[in-house]
């Protein structure tokens, strides 16, 4: 077990490069196994859950060749099974998408129930709906999901909620079956359209992907021997262009996708900070201490729920009340017991949190409760005064490569060690 220790008091300045996204590696990978061939994937975020889908490939039969850090060549050719060890697919929450590529590819799957971070009830209903609907037979029973089709045909699917989970796990499905597949009410989100265009690259015909209308139109078999790179991060960036603002310093975030982040960009503007934009890159800095603000997080194009506690802890230095309703998952304010302990003053209930804003955050021992909380908990370490301790910190290797270099590029001081508790 490793931990960070941060000296506090730091105003952030610099560029930092954003690396491929986490939501859409996790997603492609597992969508490769519908090639019966190679691919070389590029821009790939060295994160651990990439490392764990990776160690799941390799499982059923997968050949992979790390061509440097961030690119790698999947040969699946001779993928000799379809039952995935349960070990390795509760460790993370996206280890659900080798339900829909694996049923593609196979026609069955055995998987466990995925994991990842504890943000409340997370159930897989409507991606067993869409499944259902394409023929298939689906049993969830001791801790694991199984899914059999001698045949997947093409139906319409409506999804009750909006669902990225679902949207792109029946779309990994839709793309071998027979016939057409439409997805309705279908989530917008970039690593949606991302997955898609990286299906369309290798032969598959995906329409409507960032609609809510998605239609694929089944094909026989997917090309090999095509070479992919991952979109930037949006999440990863928004993390550094919040914390310029929490830290009153100004930084580049390089490598990005502006328009993915139109949402941030406003709130930023909203509460006093500065941001100019350029084709690939976005300046954010501020002076100032920030206003206060009402945040909603919804699904894209709203504001992500992923940078709500990263918000959370920019508010929590806001000049007067704000107040953030969690529009997405029931316990994503675990981090605001932290915060806390830090000097914060935020009153959380529900799905809502209430923010009094302070002068200054003090350093404190800290939990990270799950991937970005421990961002948010960096970045509160790196504004407040004195020295903070962020521990369990393997969640944030879930998400971050190497986000404690990124920060000392910046100027933060902030070190790495081993927990010897």
Same mark, same amino acid.
């Given at each position: ?169 029946? *779309? /990994? #499905?839709? =793309?071998?079956?027979? $016939?057409?597949?439409? +997805?309705? %009410?279908?989530?917008? !989100? ?50 550094? *262009? /919040? #914390?310029? =603002?929490?830290?009153? $310093?100004?930084?580049? +975030?390089? %490598?990005?996708?502006? !328009? ?50 990263? *918000? ?10 704000? +107040?953030? %309703? ?66 369990? +910190? ?28």
């Amino acid at each position: 077990m490793e931990k960070f220790i941060i000296n506090g008091g730091t105003n952030l300045r610099g560029e930092v490069s954003i690396t491929g996204a986490k939501n859409s590696a996790v997603a492609i990978l597992p969508a490769t196994l519908l090639v019966n061939g190679k691919c070389t994937i590029n821009n790939l975020p060295n994160i651990s859950d990439v490392q764990n889908i990776c160690n799941i490939l390799e499982n059923l039969g997968s050949i992979i060749k790390w061509n440097s850090k961030n690119s790698i060549t999947i040969d699946n050719t001779n993928i000799c099974h379809n039952n995935v060890s349960l070990d390795l697919t509760r460790k993370f929450r996206a280890s659900y998408y080798l339900l829909g590529s694996i049923l593609g590819r196979c026609g069955q799957i055995e998987v466990g129930l995925p994991g990842g971070c504890n943000l409340g009830p997370r159930p897989i209903d409507q991606h067993i709906k869409g499944f259902e609907a394409l023929g298939a037979t689906v049993k969830t029973e001791n801790g694991k999901v199984s899914a059999y089709a001698k045949q997947l045909v093409g139906t319409n699917v409506y999804l009750d909620v909006i669902s990225v989970g679902a949207t792109i796990n029946i *779309m /990994l #499905a839709g =793309v071998l079956a027979e $016939g057409t597949t439409i +997805i309705e %009410n279908a989530a917008k !989100e970039p690593h949606i359209v991302d997955v898609a265009t990286f299906l369309n690259s290798v032969g598959a015909d995906i329409r409507g992907a960032g609609t809510d209308v998605i239609k694929i139109n089944g094909v026989k078999k997917l090309h090999s021997n095509f070479s992919y790179s991952i979109v930037p991060d949006q999440i990863e960036a928004g993390t550094f *262009m /919040l #914390a310029a =603002v929490a830290t009153k $310093g100004d930084i580049l +975030i390089k %490598n990005c996708v502006p !328009e993915h982040l139109d949402s941030v960009i406003s709130k930023i503007m909203e509460i006093g900070a500065s941001v100019q934009i350029n084709n690939d890159s976005i300046r954010v800095y501020s002076k100032t201490r920030p206003n206060k603000s009402i945040i909603n997080t919804l699904p894209y194009p709203g504001f992500p729920t992923d940078l709500q506690s990263p *918000m959370g802890v920019l508010l929590s230095l806001a000049n007067g009340t704000s +107040i953030i %309703n969690e529009g997405i998952w029931d316990s994503r304010f675990q981090y605001t017991a932290e915060l806390n302990k830090m000097g914060a003053k935020i009153t959380a209930q529900g799905k809502s949190a209430i923010i009094e804003g302070v002068d200054t955050l003090y350093g404190a021992p800290v939990y990270a409760s799950d991937l970005r909380a421990g961002a948010a908990l960096i970045i509160a370490g790196i504004a407040a005064t004195g020295t903070t301790e962020v521990y369990n +910190i393997y969640h944030i290797d879930r998400g971050y490569e190497k986000i404690e270099d990124k920060f000392i590029a910046l100027g933060a001081r902030i070190k790495r060690v081993e927990d010897d508790n």
